[in-house]
């Protein structure tokens, strides 16, 4: 036999439950009603679907995540196209790509927009449970809005999304938001805090020191435990804010107290790239471990202008589906049916040509239906169908027995109702009685 090949490491197939795998990940089936919800959710606050490309120049996220980043110092794929020499990137993250195409296509022109992707990101980080080498994320954005209350709409669209799926804010996610200021602020709080860490150059590990001048907000962004404590000591961005940062923190505030949507402030919430200023946040959960932010975002009216466009303010945010995931997962949270509504059990030497088109007829009238079909000697033994029948997950077997078949009918056999009793229907008038099999 040819040797097997295996996925990339890091990288993992997205299977249905009938699929044994070894590790535990999410289904397909919750990752359709996840992104089901998120259709719901979208439509619900009028923002529009876009697909920008995986691959983008390598210098779009170098000029946009800014260098001195650990995205960008240690964890892009990055190669040169051996046709053209190109310098070439997977994308590690979605914002640079959606601002990379509404610049290119003058999007902004008629005025603000609404939008929302979902696809692969790509980052070579050490694999681990909610930590993966492709991950997918549903990416938001809302460009060209200054206010606050667009911060506010962000956050509470993560929430209306956590409530499509079940789960409880506060209980099962934790909202977290701090405010970075503006870009003159930052330099001030920045000078303070090389002088704190300049201080305490001894506690400081290899990449705080290399960060040190060309980036000391990005300590704080450390995953390192021996600096926690030195970090809660350092000056607090917070401090340092002026008047209209203040003031755009409290309208977002006065926002979510107005809706009940309970939250932290968390002064050292900093985020890994460095377009964000302003609103920044975080949904954490304390269910999956380290790995414990499912969603980010936050405010970065920058970065339309670094990338070359006109000046448009911004927000965003982006929410890793198979940490969200997990935590269903984690959580046991209800997935509504995915099984089919009827089974067809076909028994062997039954004609198909009339058993296909009532399958066909009830399909088209919205019934589920799932037929015994594929064997290379026909659909198998009784027993066998009656089997996959179970298996299936289906309220109903369709068993077009030679006999009801002569007759005109087909028999409509309860499978999960102990006391439903098994009815005759008329094989060439389906639409009269496929209602009788939808839930
Ligand atoms: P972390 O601090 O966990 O590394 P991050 O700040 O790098 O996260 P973002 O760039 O803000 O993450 O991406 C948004 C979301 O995407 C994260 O909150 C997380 O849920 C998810 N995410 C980020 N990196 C990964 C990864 N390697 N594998 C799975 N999900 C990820
Ligand atoms: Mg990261």
Redesign the pocket.
């Known amino acids: 036999m040819a040797e097997k090949l295996s996925a990339v490491k890091g990288m993992n197939d997205i299977l249905p439950a009938s699929v044994p795998r070894k590790e535990k990940l999410p289904d397909s089936a919750l990752w359709q009603w996840f992104e089901t919800s998120v259709r719901t959710v979208m439509r619900r606050y009028g923002y529009q679907y876009l697909l920008t490309p995986i691959v983008e120049p390598t210098a779009l996220f170098v000029r946009g995540l800014g260098e001195v980043t ?2 960008v110092e240690k964890e892009m794929y990055s190669f040169t196209d051996s046709m053209n020499g190109d310098k070439l990137t997977l994308r ?2 979605a914002t640079a790509g959606i601002v990379r195409a509404m610049n290119e296509h003058n999007a902004l022109y008629n005025g603000p927009l609404r939008l929302w992707t979902i696809g692969p ?1 790509f ?1 070579h ?1 050490r694999p681990q449970k ?4 492709q ?1 997918h ?1 549903l990416d938001v954005e809302a460009l060209g809005f200054a206010g606050p209350d667009v911060d506010a709409e962000m956050i509470l669209m993560a929430r209306a999304l956590w409530r499509e799926l079940g789960l409880v804010e506060g209980r099962d996610v934790r909202l977290e938001i701090n405010s970075l200021g503006q870009p003159a602020e930052r330099h001030q709080h920045r000078d303070a805090l090389v002088r704190y860490f300049e201080q305490h150059a001894d506690v400081l590990d290899e990449d705080a020191r290399r960060r040190l001048h060309s980036n000391p907000l990005r300590i704080l ?1 450390s ?1 390192n435990p021996a600096m926690h404590a030195l970090i809660e000591g350092a000056p607090r961005l917070i401090d340092f804010l002026g008047e209209g940062s203040r003031a755009h923190f409290q309208a977002v505030q006065g926002a979510l107290d107005a809706v009940g949507l309970a939250y932290r402030v968390n002064p050292r919430l900093v ?3 460095d377009y964000y200023n302003l609103t920044v946040f ?1 949904w954490v959960t304390d269910q999956l471990g380290s ?1 414990g ?5 936050g405010r970065y009216d920058g970065l339309i202008e670094q990338l070359g466009g006109k000046p448009a303010p911004a927000v965003g ?4 589906i ?3 995931l997990l935590l269903l997962q984690e959580l046991a949270v209800p997935v509504p049916d995915t099984a089919c509504d009827a089974f067809a059990v076909v028994p062997p030497g039954v004609p198909l040509a009339p058993v296909m088109a009532t399958l066909e007829a009830l399909r088209a009238a919205g019934v589920r239906v799932v037929q015994a079909a594929g064997g290379a000697d026909g659909p198998g033994s009784m027993k066998s169908q009656f089997k996959r029948a179970d298996a299936s997950g289906a309220r109903f077997a369709l068993i077009f027995g030679p006999d009801e078949v002569a007759q005109g009918k087909v028999a409509v056999k309860p499978l999960r109702d102990p006391a439903g009793a098994q009815v005759a229907q008329a094989i060439d008038n389906p639409a009269s009685w496929a209602a009788s099999l939808l839930a």
Do not use: S, W
Not at 293 to 297: I, R
Not at 317 to 320: A, K, Q, T
């Open positions: 650990d995205i590690p993250e990101m980052r980080e909610g930590r993966y080498r991950f994320q962004d995953k985020r890994g790239m975080e790995q932010t499912v969603c980010g975002g945010f982006g929410l890793g198979e940490r969200l």
